[in-house]
């Protein structure tokens, strides 16, 4: 279930968003990576920049 939360990397809110803050609109980030190593992180870069261009669905189940 961590896997849904985001930390807003301005303010440091945790959040169920996975765009932006709620509080200050700020990018959010997971903020526990399985493992940090430089594909991985490309990896997630890439998904955030999918998801930002629409290309993956999301399926917010909370409003
Ligand atoms: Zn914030």
């Known amino acids: 279930m961590q896997w849904l939360m985001r930390k807003c990397t301005v303010c440091g809110r945790y959040t169920l968003q996975r765009d ?32 930002l261009a629409g290309l993956i669905p999301r399926s917010e189940s909370q409003a």
């Open 20 to 51: 932006r803050c709620p509080v200050c609109g700020g990018p959010v980030a997971v903020p526990h990576p399985p493992r940090f190593s430089p594909e991985d992180k490309y990896v997630v870069y890439r998904y955030r920049m999918k998801m």
